[in-house]
């Protein structure tokens, strides 16, 4: 297989191994099972425990899913006269910025309820432990629906979405992890909803006001000096326990849910436990930022007098919440390699002695970090939020929509699956093309050097392809994979202090590719899925649509408000 683009590009799911291969015996498997039953009942005594008010409204039932951030639990109360009433609990992590959680509080409490967006019905709080109770709604997995999918059905879940997206839009939410995990369907009722604020954001006129100081957060790491901060591989998180406290006291106040007070005494430990870590950081990765697992190197470098920060998406973890948990430091340590240093003054050129070799020179340890919200899944993230443009908007959110849909027309999932920005962006351009890949970052400031060209390909022919082809069939990749370079450069080209430089020495097949799924298992194609209701025929507007989804230019990329009113969607209705 050719990799390329000096990008590692894997397998695509065609090629792998088959998940029965590994299949535990019955016994092994039961054992697993009481393992997890055990586990999930102390983790519900232990919510119990924290949050004893809970014991008087819920039974909680099972834990259905369990996140960096959260678990979120099944209970079911009795709350009205009537049958009880299932109920979803989200019980954050103790850690979380109490900012944070106010304001996913906030979007859920003002946005949701109405239009598939989830709506809140009750917010308790025992000192750090904070558990939002939301109307339970049973839905499916993307991943084991997602070939059975009537060509309607798909029609009927993109339209929804962008019902719920438009209603987030309006509200000035940027939802920045828009994804299938985040977009609960309930196929039998058609029944949809957007979840999980964890990581939204304020257009600079957004009607949610906390979510104002959380984008006050993203801007004083624009400018560090304003404020006392960690950094902690190239995110930087609140300190200072009188952060806006007054505000978010009043708020909160009308909530009676004062989530404040005890964030003092923790934000102080968590401040040191986190100064170790980056202390860690920065011995195990300063000389390099060769990467474990292949023979690579990445070159992140930036303008003047500043810093230099290799990111990996990890990094966003500190960013969305002070997550403590051993997990998230451990995965963050193993996967960045954090080279920061400050000096007071640098050439502001783009190329230095260290370009295009496998070391990172004084010069590029002396650049500036570039900064902007990166939140998100990588697969999912759209072509600025890659490239790190400052200026995000909710369409980022319209290209996260459009990858969804790509999995949908092409029975791909995750369709794009990359452990870093750059392979996304590799990834993306082999898919639209390097040329206007680079043309479209041309137009936010940025400026991309590929060594080899990709063409666009054409939507309608890659869908059908690798929806009538069956995974066995390991041929895929060549096709999807013509990857362009080696070397590839991203540089900012406002201010022509930053650029970025990949380089890879030795192109090699890595684990990190489109079209594999998550856990390396991969769904079966459903040999007749071509015949499966509508799939035969699928209109040009499904494609057109998609087209504009998937606008490398976010100024031009169409709109949840202009989605909705979409040829595809002719005869559905609001
Ligand atoms: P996280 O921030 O940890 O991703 P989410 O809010 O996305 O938390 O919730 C995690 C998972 O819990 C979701 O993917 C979904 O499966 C389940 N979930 C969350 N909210 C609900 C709900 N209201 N009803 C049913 N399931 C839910
Ligand atoms: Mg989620
Ligand atoms: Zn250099």
């Not at 393992?35 to 004893?52: C, H, N, Q, R, T």
């Not at 719920?164 to 995990?181: C, E, N, T």
């Not at 100064?275 to 300063?286: F, G, R």
């Not at 070391?359 to 340890?365: A, H, N, P, R, T």
Request: charged content about 25%; overall charge positive.
């Amino acid at each position: 297989m050719e990799a390329s683009l000096g990008i590692q590009m894997d397998e695509p799911m065609a090629f792998s191994p088959v998940c029965d291969q590994f299949q535990a015996d019955d016994s092994i498997k039961k054992c697993e099972q009481n393992f997890k039953l055990s586990g999930v009942k102390k983790d519900i005594e232990k919510l119990y425990e924290a949050v004893p008010q809970l014991s008087s409204v819920f039974k909680i039932k099972d834990k259905i899913g369990e996140g960096t951030f959260s678990s979120v639990y099944l209970a079911t109360a009795q709350l009205q006269v009537g049958p009880d009433e299932k109920i979803a609990l989200k019980h954050l992590i103790p850690t979380s910025h109490p900012i944070r959680i106010a304001a996913e509080l906030q979007c859920l409490t003002v946005a949701g309820g109405q239009d598939n967006v989830m709506g809140v019905k009750y917010c308790f709080r025992k000192n750090d432990h904070v558990v939002i109770a939301m109307p339970y709604l049973e839905h499916e997995s993307f991943l084991d629906i997602l070939n059975s999918l009537s060509f309607q059905e798909v029609r009927e879940y993109m339209f929804n979405l962008f019902k719920a997206l438009k209603r987030i839009h309006q509200f000035g939410i940027v939802h920045r992890d828009v994804k299938p995990s985040n977009f609960l369907y309930n196929r039998r009722l058609k029944k949809y909803a957007l979840v999980d604020f964890g990581l939204a954001q304020g257009t600079h006129d957004t009607k949610i006001e906390l979510l104002k100081l959380v984008q006050s957060e993203a801007e004083q790491e624009c400018c560090p000096q304003n404020k006392s901060h960690i950094v902690i591989g190239g995110k930087i998180s609140l300190s200072g326990p009188a952060y806006k406290e007054q505000n978010l006291h009043t708020t909160m106040k009308n909530k009676e849910q004062n989530l404040h007070s005890t964030t003092k005494n923790k934000e102080q430990n968590l401040h040191s436990t986190m100064k170790n870590k980056e202390q860690n950081l920065h011995s195990t990765t300063k000389t390099s930022v060769k990467r474990p697992y292949t023979n690579t190197q990445i070159q992140i470098k930036q303008g003047k007098d500043g810093k230099l920060i290799k990111q990996s998406k990890t990094m966003d973890v500190i960013s969305r919440k002070l997550a403590t948990k051993k997990k998230a430091i451990s995965t963050k340590v193993m996967n960045s390699g954090v080279v920061k240093k400050t000096v007071s003054s640098c050439p502001a050129s783009l190329t230095c002695d260290c370009y295009a070799t496998d070391k990172v020179c004084s010069i590029c340890l002396s650049r500036r970090q570039q900064v902007a919200p990166r939140a998100g899944t990588p697969g999912f993230r759209a072509p600025e939020v890659l490239t790190k443009c400052p200026n995000q908007s909710t369409a980022i959110d319209m290209w996260s929509a459009g990858v969804i849909f790509l999995s949908l027309l092409s029975g791909r999932y995750p369709f794009y699956k990359a452990s870093d920005d750059l392979t996304a962006l590799a990834q993306i351009m082999t898919i639209r093309g390097s040329r206007e890949t680079i043309q479209a970052a041309k137009t936010f400031g940025k400026s991309i050097l590929c060594s080899k060209e990709v063409p666009a390909q054409n939507l309608r022919k890659l869908c059908e392809r690798l929806r009538s082809q069956g995974s066995d069939t390991p041929k895929l990749a060549s096709d999807i994979q013509r990857c362009p370079s080696h070397d590839s450069t991203f540089s900012d080209k406002t201010d022509h202090k930053a650029s970025y430089v990949i380089q890879r020495s030795q192109v090699q097949p890595s684990r990190d590719s489109l079209y594999k799924g998550d856990n390396g298992c991969e769904k079966h194609f459903n040999e007749n899925k071509t015949s499966v209701e509508g799939w035969d025929e699928v209109p040009d507007e499904a494609y057109d649509l998609l087209d504009k989804l998937l606008d490398l230019n976010p100024a031009s990329r169409i709109t949840a408000e202009e989605a909705l009113l979409h040829p595809f969607f002719k005869d559905m209705s609001l």
